[in-house]
């Protein structure tokens, strides 16, 4: 076959990693680290500029020293292959300096690093504890109300949508109730690792109120890229009053309505995994569903306060303003109807699960069951 042009392969060679490029450009990319919206993903973006610009300035250097060297040194027509370039060896000034000067710009990265490991990484004992559960595929987190240091039955947890106070730090206990997952939600903090039998500590702090997503960055399994995160920042009296409400238990729906008919299903067909507190306490078994790794699913008290579901896979509100994200300000407004009923007619049909294991299974619900059902999920406000 006929060789390509060296032009051509030229501009090929060129044009790739352009492409490469492109490829990793977005206009609005909602988890971008290079946008911080809070003090300490702020710090962290404070020194990893200036590292950048120090390794790219390295690279620069090393690349055209090395580009350098090979045109300058390569072998010539008529040279003798036994003949050598003159030797650097044994030139103690330049030997020297090559050492100095990389450990010399690693100290000072060094410094810089280890400031920001320390201030981030402090802890403000007078700040609101939420504990973050990750099992598989989805997060939990229960708070801290009284500032016990324990995470009492009684006291608020919800699934999905960590909701916290704009402007204090906030301060996660991570764990994992399964396999190593990742916590991170870049806007407002780097990664921490959910590692099952440890707890690893992790702060947060919203510049302004705003929904800020996240997404586990630990391979976990077969749903591992649909177990996502959303950080709900509230004004302070906003959240208050979000917090008082989820310590309330669910309403029972008014008899002879659809939402009642949804209720009842939801306590003979759903109680063996979920719990609505108020409507199916006493069917709740204590120890949850042997066949579920963590033994338990999400609790549903106030599934219709949230803004996803399914583990942040699915809108559960209608995204008003097209941002692909759902406001706080939009939750409570158009029910997105088609994934909350395609999700209960065939759930493992709308995100991969093993439902015999640790996902939630196809119940063969009918028609009117699943409308039945759905009159009674938007109750849970």
């Not at 959240?239 to 238990?249: G, I, K, P, R, V």
């Not at 995100?351 to 999920?377: H, T």
Request: proline share 6%.
């Amino acid at each position: 076959m006929p060789r390509m042009p060296r032009r051509r392969r030229g501009a090929l060679a060129l044009a790739l990693p352009l492409f490469l490029l492109l490829g990793a450009c977005a206009s609005d990319a909602p988890q971008d680290t290079l946008d911080p919206k809070g003090p300490i993903a702020r710090q962290i973006d404070d020194l990893v500029n200036p590292v950048f610009l120090v390794a790219a300035v390295v690279f620069v250097i090393v690349e055209f020293g090395t580009l350098a060297m090979v045109l300058k040194f390569r072998k010539r027509r008529g040279e003798d292959d036994d003949d050598l370039p003159a030797q650097t060896h044994g030139n103690t000034k330049l030997e020297i300096g090559w050492t100095v000067l990389p450990a010399a710009i690693l100290a000072v990265v060094a410094v810089g690093t280890i400031g920001t490991l320390i201030n981030i990484n402090s802890r403000d004992d007078a700040a609101m504890t939420v504990r973050v559960e990750g099992q598989q595929w989805w997060w939990r987190y229960s708070y801290d109300v009284d500032g016990d240091g324990r995470f009492e039955d009684e006291e608020p947890s919800t699934g999905t949508d960590l909701v916290i106070p704009a402007g204090v730090d906030v301060e996660l206990e991570i764990h994992s109730n399964d396999v190593i997952h990742s916590f991170w939600i870049p806007s407002l903090n780097g990664k921490k690792d959910a590692v099952p039998g440890r707890t690893h500590t992790l702060t947060l702090n919203a510049d302004e109120p705003g929904t800020y997503v996240g997404q586990c960055t630990e391979f976990c399994g077969l749903s591992h890229a649909y177990m996502r995160q959303r950080a709900v920042a509230l004004p302070q009296d906003e959240f208050d009053d979000w917090l008082a409400n989820q310590a309330t238990e669910a309403e029972e729906p008014e008899e002879g309505t659809e939402a009642a008919l949804g209720a009842e299903l939801f306590t003979t067909q759903c109680s063996r995994c979920h719990v609505a507190r108020g409507i199916n306490d006493e069917e709740w078994a204590d120890e949850g569903d042997k066949t579920l790794v963590a033994g338990e699913a999400p609790e549903l008290t106030h599934f219709a306060t949230r803004g996803a579901f399914a583990g942040g896979t699915y809108n559960l509100w209608e995204d008003l303003d097209g941002d692909d994200i759902v406001e706080y300000d939009e939750i409570g407004g158009e029910l997105n109807r088609i994934d909350l009923e395609a999700w209960l007619r065939n759930p493992p049909g709308q995100k991969p699960m093993a439902p015999e294991a640790r996902g939630m299974p196809n119940l063969q619900l009918q028609e009117e069951q699943i409308d039945q059902l759905v009159a009674f999920l938007q109750t849970l406000d």
